[in-house]
Nanobody, 123 residues
Framework: QVQLVESGGGLVQAGGSLRLSCAAS????????MGWFRQAPGKEREFVAA????????YIAGSVKGRFTISGDNAKNTVYLQMNSLKAEDTAVYYC????????????????WGQGTQVTVSS
């Protein structure tokens, strides 16, 4: 069965950095895209970033553009989210997800989801 395991969350001061990792296992992920979403208390889950198979195309939400970068290592079935210049409003649970193909990557219509990792930014 497919498993997505996020790591790298934690508590950081505003202006700091964190790198989240998501390791995927349980099947061959050829032609699967990977995405990051986040959900703050009382808010809907929102898109953060996505990357297509082989890293051909990346998508970044406007709210984090210029601060966050998504990358992947196909050999390790792992995707990363580098988060710099963190702000208090970035505080949320961050979820990794994967889906087949490359359409609709900014909507939460993914096939598989991880359990999430908490990111807390103190101001």
């Amino acid at each position: 069965q497919v498993q997505l395991v996020e790591s790298g969350g934690g508590l950081v001061q505003a202006g700091g950095s964190l790198r989240l990792s998501c390791a995927a296992s349980g099947r061959t992920f050829s032609n699967y895209a990977m995405g990051w979403f986040r959900q703050a208390p009382g808010k809907e889950r929102e898109f953060v970033a996505a990357i297509t198979w082989g890293g051909v195309t990346t998508y970044i939400a406007g709210s984090v553009k210029g601060r966050f970068t998504i990358s992947g290592d196909n050999a390790k079935n792992t995707v990363y989210l580098q988060m710099n210049s963190l702000k208090a409003e970035d505080t949320a649970v961050y979820y990794c997800a994967t889906k087949y193909g490359s359409n609709g990557l900014t909507s939460p219509s993914y096939d598989y989801w991880g359990q999430g990792t908490q990111v807390t930014v103190s101001s």
